[in-house]
C-alpha cells in the first residue's frame, strides 16, 4: 500500500535541515557507488581485451600470398609459415591467391575477421605500384594495417645466354646498337620488376621493350631459349638456371648478404641511380586490436631473427630484416613516392 504525499507536506520535507543532510549524503553515496561500478566495469572491459590478447591466437592462421605456387614470394611464405606455427603453437596455412594484381588477397585479408587470424605476406609492388594506378588497390590498403617487414632483396639482371654479352655495360651497348630488338619480360605489368626495366630504360635511354607474362615460370622457359633476351627477379627464382649456365646475371640492383651475391657487381656502378629494393610485408586486417598487432610483430621479429632461418633463405638470397609495424609503413610510403616520380615523369601507362 502507499501513502500519496500532498504538496504541502513535501515542501516541508524539503525545509527540513535532515532531510537536506539526507540528501546530501545519498547523492554522495550514489557518487561513489557510480564511480565504483565504473571503474569495475573498466577494469572488466581491460581484463577480456587482455584476456583475448592473451589468448591469441586460438585457431590456426592463415597466410594469403598474392602470388601462385612455387615464385619467389610462395618460398619465403611457407619457410616463414612453418617457424611462426612452431612459435605459435597453432598451424599458419599459406593460401594461395594470384592474380587481379595482388587485389583479390588483399580483398579478402580486408574483409576477414580483426581478430589477427588473417594475414597477408604482400610483396612490395602490391602495395606501393598498384595503389597508384588502381582505385581498387588503394581502397583494398585501407582495410590492411601493416604488421612488419618479412625481408628486402635486390633483384637480379640477367640475360638469356645466347645473348653474346657478358657484363652490364656490353649489354646497354647492345641495346643501343639495337634498338627496339632487346626484349626484357617480367612476370606482370606493374609490377617492381617491370618498372625497374622502365628505370633502366630510363636512365640509360636505350629503347627496350617490356614483354609482359603472367608469371615468372614461363619467362624462364623463353628466357632460356632466347625469345626474351632479359628478366629482372629475385635469386630464389634464377639460382637454377644461372648454376646451369642457361641464363647469366650481370649485376644487383642494391646490396645483398647472400654468398651466391657476394661477387655480383651493383648495376648502379655503370648506371648511376639503378637502385631499387623488392621486399615482402606482413598485413593484417584494419581493426585488428593493437595488442595482437604486436604480439604478431614480437613473433615475427623473433622467427625472422632465427639463425636457421635466416641461413637458409640467405642461401636462396633472400635477407630477412624485422621492423616496427611504424618502420614498414614508412617504407611504403618512400617506395610509393619513388615508383610514383617515375610513373609521372617517363608518363607510363600501367593499366
Known sequence: ????????????????????????????????????????????????????????????????????????????????????GQQLGQTVVVENSGGGHGVPAMNAVGRAPADGHTVLMAASGNVTIQPLTMRSSAEAMTKLVPVGLVSSSPHVFVISAKLPVTTFSEFLAYAKANPGKVNIASAGTGGVAHLGMELMKSLSRTQIEHIPYKGTSQVMVDLTSGQVQGLFSSMPSLKSSIDKGTIRALGLTAPSKAADAANMPQLSATLPGMEYTTWYGLYTTAGTPPAIVQTLNAELRKALTDTALVAKLRDQGVDLIASSPEELEARTRTDTAKWGKLIKDENLKLD
Do not use: C, W, Y
Not at 571503474?39 to 592463415?62: C, D, V
Open 1 to 84: 500500500m502507499t501513502f500519496p504525499v500532498t504538496r504541502p507536506a513535501r515542501r516541508a520535507i524539503l525545509r527540513n535541515p535532515l532531510s537536506t543532510t539526507l540528501s546530501t549524503t545519498l547523492r554522495t553515496t550514489l557518487r561513489t557507488t557510480l564511480g565504483a561500478t565504473l571503474a569495475l566495469a573498466g577494469l572488466a572491459t581491460f581484463g577480456i581485451s587482455t584476456a583475448h590478447a592473451q589468448a591469441f591466437p586460438s585457431k590456426s592462421i592463415r597466410m594469403v600470398v598474392p602470388f601462385a605456387a612455387g615464385g619467389p614470394a610462395d618460398v619465403v611464405a611457407r619457410e616463414l609459415a612453418q617457424k611462426l
